[in-house]
């Protein structure tokens, strides 16, 4: 007999899933990333823009027409760059993880080499008496 399963059920089992956590934390950590590049990005362009937008009497980049536009186009370069970095370097570790793991011997190889020196030390031994 098959077990029936519920909505409920199905809804914990998918929840307690690891992917989904995971991607929990993943989106979290993406809002609060782009509130805080949001905020550095209008504090630079603010101050390095600001001796320009005092002359066209504007108080933000914002205001101008266009500026919501450009501030979200700098927004996506800054985040797109971060982004690339922080794969970059992860891509980085995990090929010097790799060379590490292909330095180092494999485990079968090196029992099966110690089991013919073994077996040709007995033999060697065998002659001998």
Do not use: Y
Request: aromatic share 6%; net charge neutral; glycine share 4%.
């Amino acid at each position: 007999m098959a077990k029936r399963t519920t909505v409920l059920s199905d809804f914990k089992a998918f929840i307690n899933k690891g992917n989904v956590a995971d991607l929990a934390v993943a989106v979290i950590i993406a809002g609060a990333f782009g509130k805080m590049a949001n905020a550095t990005i209008k504090l630079i362009m603010t101050n390095a823009l600001e001796p320009a937008l005092e002359k066209a009497n504007v108080q933000s980049l914002a205001q101008l027409p266009g500026g919501g536009i450009i501030l979200a186009t700098i927004n996506f370069i800054v985040i797109a760059f971060a982004c690339f970095i922080v794969v970059r370097f992860v891509e980085k570790m995990k090929r010097q993880e790799e060379v590490v793991e292909s330095s180092k011997p494999d485990p079968q190889s090196q029992l099966a080499s110690a089991i013919t020196r073994l077996t040709e030390v007995m033999e060697e031994r065998s002659f001998q008496d």
